[in-house]
């Protein structure tokens, strides 16, 4: 039987975990969160592909602009982390199991819990990080569509996004958050709002009975006696975060959709997440909804497996000197 840890344990395991993981996957999420918002409404595609997104980025906006919206990500990503795992793992233990033994239906509604919870850091954090990802885009715009001044014109208008345009710096996220604020109120900051549940707590109803099941059979020999090691964690944790990643990758599309603030002509607007998801299936087809799919993929797969790794490694227990 585990010893139960208490929650600050939990919370502090969960912040590390989240910022391990973010760091080491930050540029394939700016990837992924360009190619979602690429329209494709009769225009030449700025990205083609997760590669080819990465290198125009870096070419045009320098290796920094592969981190844009990492320091919000990093400083929100704490307690959205925390607050996913901890609130997961505290569900179980008041379900009186132990650890790997529970019932499906209630591995599942104890990641439902953790994902309902995790959105009121989660929304504002990912609308902040967008903006930020966004800006520059028009910078980094194919060689064909800068030849002309006409297409450059057309391309700064369409592409801009809140707080930023080509004649501009871009505004920091405290700044952007502050005249959401301003000009929205608080709403401006959870816009979203309905795409990210519909996200986050499908993903966590099929990530953590996965991550539980996965953990428990990867041993070899099947052997269930012991808890399993490190290694079965992080393996467990990036299948699960991959399988999780590409079901929920649709309501990914169109919450990000919805989160890029626009105020050029010639986009697609959206007045909300049923007018996001006609449109989107309207102009592009079913494809369009798994756009950023692969790059998404590999972001959730490692960020989940290191995750669970430092959290079952007890790191925080260590700190604070507890028993791990």
Not at 196 to 220: G, H, N, Q, W
Not at 283 to 304: H, T
Request: aromatic share 8%; hydrophobic share 40%.
């Amino acid at each position: 039987m585990e010893k139960p840890h208490s929650f600050s344990a939990k919370l502090l395991n969960g912040a590390i975990a989240g910022v391990v993981g973010v760091s080491c996957v930050f540029p394939l999420d700016l990837a992924k969160t360009r190619l979602q918002d690429q329209r494709n409404l009769g225009t030449q595609k700025q990205y083609k592909h997760l590669v080819d997104c990465l290198w125009k980025v870096a070419r045009a906006e320098g290796i920094q602009g592969l981190y844009k919206g990492m320091g919000v990500n990093l400083l929100l990503i704490n307690p959205e982390k925390a607050i996913k795992l901890a609130v997961n793992d505290q569900v179980r233990q008041m379900y009186g199991g132990k650890r790997h033994t529970l019932p499906l239906s209630k591995e599942m509604i104890a990641g439902g819990v953790a994902g309902f919870c995790q959105v009121i850091v989660t929304t504002p954090m990912e609308m902040l990080k967008i903006q930020l990802q966004m800006a520059g885009t028009q910078m980094s715009a194919s060689p064909r569509v800068a030849n002309t001044s006409s297409a450059v014109a057309a391309a700064s208008s369409n592409l801009r996004t809140f707080g930023t345009n080509s004649s501009t710096p871009p505004k920091s996220a405290a700044r952007i958050a502050q005249d959401l604020m301003r000009s929205k109120g608080i709403g401006g900051l959870y816009k979203g709002l309905g795409a990210t549940l519909a996200r986050d707590v499908p993903f966590s109803c099929i990530y953590f009975p996965l991550f539980a099941f996965f953990r428990l059979e990867m041993k070899p020999g099947g052997d269930h006696s012991e808890n399993p090691g490190p290694l079965h964690c992080m393996m467990a944790g990036c299948l699960a975060g991959m399988i999780g990643s590409v079901t929920v990758t649709p309501m990914d599309v169109v919450k990000t959709r919805l989160q890029v603030i626009r105020s050029g002509q010639g986009e697609a607007m959206y007045t909300g997440f049923v007018d996001c998801v006609h449109k989107t299936y309207t102009n592009e087809g079913l494809r369009a909804f798994y756009k950023g799919a692969v790059p998404r993929m590999i972001v959730i797969a490692p960020l989940f497996g290191i995750a669970q790794t430092v959290y079952f490694l007890g790191v925080a227990e260590r700190i604070m000197g507890l028993e791990v």
